[in-house]
């Protein structure tokens, strides 16, 4: 398994997900920085990180979901790589169209960063496989826009296809999300976009490793 | 040069914390029986040319692919 991460002007968890795929894989993921539009062929996930690309300006992820850039990781999605989008890297999936749905202002309106508690809804993914259904894990979260929000119409599908992957548990919605929606899929199975940040919760520095069976799923470390 | 302008509202039924938060400092400040406050966007723009219909239909290109996120979002086109 090959890994690579993205890297855009105002992201700022990269250095964090570098050190989170080379530790569970054992191998340093390649970079992408924002001008390339050639992603190797023998790259089988790609990882945007968290931060504020390009300022957040217009809406969290509205620029960078237009650059050239996700283009090129969006034919990637086509074509079957998976790709993880956390945090900002969610915002930046749902801008681009390649999730259903929209991250708006935490209903506080007041920037989260506490651990809260998720729900596992589907671990019949390449992203959850580690996981249990309906297990319970640790995660950070960091953000001010995690309010996740889509037409009932979509959700109501998205609910049937097993497409909502977490929760926020026991009463833990840190933005007021529809749904207490944490993580979303697509269709397909591999775009995988998540507000909580499982790259700071994977070894016991850490004070936890609960986030640590997503990279361990889709950089099949484990055994499907 | 046409001027224009892009109005951008959220659509109903889309919670809008922001405008809540407004509402309720219009009540703190002593403005009462103000309801539905709703925050949006405005963008002026200057486009070379002098062809309005063209210009109109590039401006909802504009919006539909960048300007607005049509999800939660409306907009309006006005030019002068």
């Known amino acids: 398994m090959k890994s690579a991460v993205v890297q855009l002007p105002g992201l700022n968890r990269d250095r964090d997900m570098i050190a989170a795929l080379t530790k569970i894989s054992g191998k340093a ?15 089988d996930l790609i990882v945007i990180p968290g931060g504020f690309s390009y300022g957040d300006y217009l809406r969290c992820g509205a620029i960078a ?26 915002q930046i999936l749902v801008e681009a169209g390649m999730l259903p749905g929209v991250l708006m202002r935490n ?24 996981y249990a259904k309906g297990q319970i894990i640790r995660c950070p979260v960091a953000h001010h826009d995690g309010n996740y929000f889509v037409d009932e119409e979509t959700l109501a599908g998205m609910e049937d296809r097993g497409e909502i992957i977490f929760r926020y548990a026991e009463g833990t919605n840190p933005n007021g ?15 995988l976009g998540m507000m909580p940040h499982p790259e700071n919760l994977i070894e016991a520095a850490h004070g936890g490793n609960d986030g640590r069976g997503i990279f361990a799923s889709a950089l099949e470390v484990i055994a499907a | 040069m046409i001027k224009a302008r892009v109005t951008v509202t959220l659509k109903n039924g889309v919670l809008d914390p922001q405008g809540k938060a407004i509402e309720g400092a ?21 486009i070379d040319g002098t062809d309005k219909g063209q210009a109109e239909a590039n401006l909802k290109t504009m919006c539909d692919k960048l300007l607005a996120n049509t999800v939660i979002e409306n907009y309006t086109i006005a030019i002068d």
């Open chain 1, 29 to 43: 993921p390649i970079t992408i920085w924002q001008t390339e539009t050639a992603i190797p062929d023998d790259v």
């Open chain 1, 65 to 90: 979901a237009r650059m050239p850039v996700l283009q090129a990781i969006k034919e990637k999605a086509e074509k079957g790589v998976k790709v993880l989008g956390v945090c900002n890297g969610f």
């Open chain 1, 107 to 130: 209903t506080s309106l007041r920037f989260v960063c506490k651990d809260v508690k998720l729900e596992v809804i589907n671990a019949d993914t390449d992203f959850t496989r580690a």
């Open chain 1, 177 to 191: 999300s529809l749904s207490d929606i944490a993580g979303v899929i697509n269709s397909r199975g591999n775009v």
């Open chain 2, 26 to 46: 219009l009540g703190s400040l002593g403005f009462e029986g103000v309801h539905q406050v709703r925050q949006g966007k405005v963008f002026d723009l200057e």
